[in-house]
């Protein structure tokens, strides 16, 4: 059960509310799905079409037990969803929109990449 922030009670500014900061709990766990290298290129790899395990990993250039781990976790969020066909299962994107998102941050990279490149706060893994 979620408490109520004491700022709550004295104040009616809905920024400050629990539910606020659950909505901003549950967005900062979607944006996680997208965030993490292998994730993103499978994201990227279903973005435009159904892919098979075998077609991801060559577009990829991840292993197959490393896209099958992140694939059940996408599937496990609802970020995509899986077809079987006869022996193979293909999966795609759940949402369109999930396709718009990282079409859109293909366009804000066009005018932030540079920012994004040098700020010393987020680091690429190695």
Request: aromatic content about 8%.
């Amino acid at each position: 059960m979620y408490q109520q922030a004491l700022i709550c009670k004295t104040t009616a500014d809905p920024m400050l509310t629990t539910d606020f900061a659950q909505s901003l709990a549950l967005k900062a766990k979607l944006f996680r799905g997208f965030s993490d290298p292998s994730r993103l290129a499978i994201l990227e790899a279903v973005r435009e079409a159904s892919r098979s395990v075998t077609e991801i990993v060559e577009i990829s250039g991840l292993t197959q037990s490393n896209v099958s781990n992140h694939l059940a976790c996408l599937l496990d969020c609802g970020l995509v969803e899986r077809e079987q066909r006869g022996r193979f299962a293909f999966y795609r994107l759940a949402d369109p929109r999930g396709g718009q998102l990282l079409a859109l941050g293909d366009e804000i990279l066009t005018d932030v990449a540079c920012g994004v490149y040098v700020c010393p706060r987020y680091e690429a893994p190695e």
